[in-house]
Nanobody
Framework: QVQLLESGGGLVQAGGSLRLSCAASGRTFNNYRMGWFRQAPGKEREFVAAISWGGDTTYYADSVKGRFTISRDNAKNTVYLQMNSLKPEDTAVYRC???????????????WGKGTLVTVSS
């Protein structure tokens, strides 16, 4: 079992920045690929970003590429999402996920946190 707890959400003006954190506990953190997903009201869950075990490979949705950066600190069992140049359309509940394969997360499986709300005002 892996437990995931997100933090760092809040209200920010358009153009601003936030950094989300996801602290993991339980099984060995660096055995898992980690990802961030988001879900806006009335919309489907959307992939945001993912990172490999060692942190050397990252993946981004086109909608956030160049604005968001995913990183991980395996010594702290934590994955981060630095979000810059935020837009109102980035408003959503952001959840982190852990799985052996990124495809597993995209299919809604693996381990999931409960999420943190990000609201971007215009």
């Amino acid at each position: 079992q892996v437990q995931l707890l997100e933090s760092g959400g809040g209200l920010v003006q358009a153009g601003g920045s936030l950094r989300l954190s996801c602290a993991a506990s339980g099984r060995t953190f660096n055995n898992y690929r980690m990802g961030w997903f988001r879900q806006a009201p009335g919309k489907e869950r959307e992939f945001v970003a993912a990172i490999s075990w060692g942190g050397d490979t990252t993946y981004y949705a086109d909608s956030v590429k160049g604005r968001f950066t995913i990183s991980r600190d395996n010594a702290k069992n934590t994955v981060y999402l630095q979000m810059n140049s935020l837009k109102p359309e980035d408003t959503a509940v952001y959840r982190c996920a852990a799985a052996a394969m990124i495809a597993t997360m995209i299919n809604g499986m693996g381990y999931w946190g409960k999420g943190t709300l990000v609201t971007v005002s215009s």
